[in-house]
């Protein structure tokens, strides 16, 4: 674990090194065998006492402390829902708060996969007007425990293809509402360098911190992709390698 310093190129304070997951799923690449798909409740392992310090960290990075705080990667496979997740479940069983995990990825959604969810309605329905927030929120029956304080709110691929659902005031209004449940809210998010949605999102967060995997990263493209974030005005929290 590195201290809070400037990571390589990006110019980002880093939270923390360590194992984030090289082997989330991603699109497979032309030619390519698809990667085996992980059993219900299963993740790549992240060190304990990694996610710990994240935590208090992305948590605590303000003054006076952050409530809403989004995890992204550059591209496909870094390790944000991973991080995400982990950093959800460290926050409600290890700091005791009440936490909300929201899966604002629409592109290719996981955690009904990772938390063995049944089906059911999403964010996209609930910011649809489609379905209440009630009935979206799912305790996880499977990976990352949360101590009974973690909450799920999976994505919904009804409207995958309109990112600019993530940036109006039924986002707005849902952030409120999802306060009612819960004192900090983790979001899982879309790859920064594929799409607009983490940029259109970050509107209504408190900040963003960014995953990437030190191995793969493509470190000009995601210097450009971090700086198309702040330039958005965004707060860019700092990064995971």
């Known amino acids: ?28 690449k032309s030619g390519e065998r698809p990667a085996r798909r992980r059993r219900a409740g299963t993740l790549p392992v992240v060190d304990a006492a990694l996610l710990h310090k994240l935590a208090i960290r992305a948590i605590n990075a303000g003054s006076g402390g952050l409530t809403e705080v989004g995890f992204a990667s550059v591209v496909h496979g870094e390790g944000a829902t991973t991080i995400a997740c982990g950093v959800a479940a460290c926050v409600a069983a290890t700091l005791g708060q009440r936490v909300v995990l929201i899966e604002a990825n629409l ?25 209440a927030l009630k009935s979206a929120l799912r305790a996880p029956t499977a990976g990352p425990p949360g101590d009974g304080r973690l909450l799920i709110l999976p994505a919904s691929q009804a409207h995958a293809d309109n990112p600019a659902i993530l940036a109006g005031p039924a986002m707005r209004d849902l952030i409120a ?20 949605d983490t940029t259109l999102l970050s509107r209504h967060l408190d ?15 995601s210097e450009q992709a971090v700086q198309a974030l702040r ?10 390698l």
Do not use: I
């Open 107 to 131: 592109r290719s959604p996981a955690l009904r996969r990772v938390f063995a969810l049944a089906p059911g309605p999403g964010l996209a329905d609930v910011l649809g007007g489609g379905a």
């Open 1 to 28: 674990m590195s201290s809070v310093a400037p990571s390589r190129s990006t110019a980002l304070p880093r939270f923390a090194t360590g194992p984030a997951a090289a082997t989330e799923a991603r699109p497979p």
């Open 177 to 196: 509402e999802l306060h009612g449940y819960a004192e900090v809210l983790v979001f899982d998010t879309a790859p920064l360098q594929l799409y607009p």
């Open 207 to 221: 900040g963003v911190v960014v995953v990437l995997e030190a191995e793969r990263a493509k470190w000009d493209a």
């Open 231 to 240: 330039d958005s005005g965004a707060s860019v929290l700092g990064a995971v």
